[in-house]
């Protein structure tokens, strides 16, 4: 089953724009991680957070992570046309390896 | 280091045949899991192995088996196919607790 959810699910931008993704989830973590796929091709890891942090960047990426609410966003700036993919956040089960995934915010970025 | 290699790339079955997919994945990495994608379910988790041993088993049927050798290279096959096993297979490795990445992934398509 999955465990969480990303809002929206999906978002059109212009090339220059911020694009910003929610994800929450329902269950305690020790991490929480993002990912993007492009269209039928495999998931390449963008940014791990755990539960201990709050905020981690990336180059154009910035990830927060609040707790309490069970919930992370991940903001992309001054996106570009090659950021048009999908995004999931991934939680950890019991172990780091059993991740739950939401269903995903499908990001098209317009040159 | 190599990332995570899946073979093959595509597969096409029909009903009642098995199949088996296989994954390399990072060097040094002895966590391999194996997760199904389709359009209707999203990302799920089928298991995952940890130095030859599975560590934790998703919510699939029997038919859905693993294995994992001493080099930590990992197979899955499937049994007995069905139009509903058409998806995208997706390996993914690690360390424990760690980042987890992903392999392109194997698309099989079931006839």
């Known amino acids: 089953s999955q465990q969480g959810e990303e809002d929206p699910q999906a978002l059109s931008i212009q090339e220059g724009e911020n694009a910003t993704m929610n994800c929450s989830y329902k269950?305690?973590?020790?991490?929480l991680q993002w990912y993007r796929q492009n269209s039928g091709r495999g998931l390449v890891h963008l940014i791990l957070?755990?539960?201990?942090?709050r905020e981690k960047h990336s180059g154009r990426l910035r990830v927060t992570l609040d707790t309490s609410k069970k919930s992370s966003s991940l903001l992309i700036t001054a996106s570009r046309a090659a950021d048009t993919a999908s995004y999931f956040c991934a939680t950890d089960g019991y172990n780091n390896n059993d991740m739950r995934f939401g269903a995903g915010t499908r990001l098209t970025v317009k040159p | 280091k190599a990332g995570v290699t899946q073979t093959p790339r595509y597969l096409i079955k029909t009903r009642g045949q098995q199949v088996t997919l296989s994954c390399s994945p990072i060097?040094?990495?002895?966590?391999v899991s194996w997760y199904q994608q389709t359009p209707g379910q999203g990302l799920q988790f089928l298991f995952e192995y940890f130095s030859e041993t599975q560590r934790n088993k998703g919510n699939f049927p029997g038919r859905f088996s693993g294995r994992q050798f001493s080099n930590s290279r990992s197979e899955m096959n499937v049994s007995t196919l069905e139009l509903g096993d058409s998806a995208l297979y997706l390996c993914?490795?690690?360390?424990?607790?760690?980042?987890?990445?992903f392999g392109p992934g194997t698309r099989l398509t079931v006839l």
């Open positions: 993914a490795s690690s360390t424990d607790y760690d980042r987890v990445f």
């Open positions: 269950t305690s973590i020790n991490n």
């Open positions: 957070i755990r539960s201990n942090e």
């Open positions: 060097s040094g990495h002895r966590s």
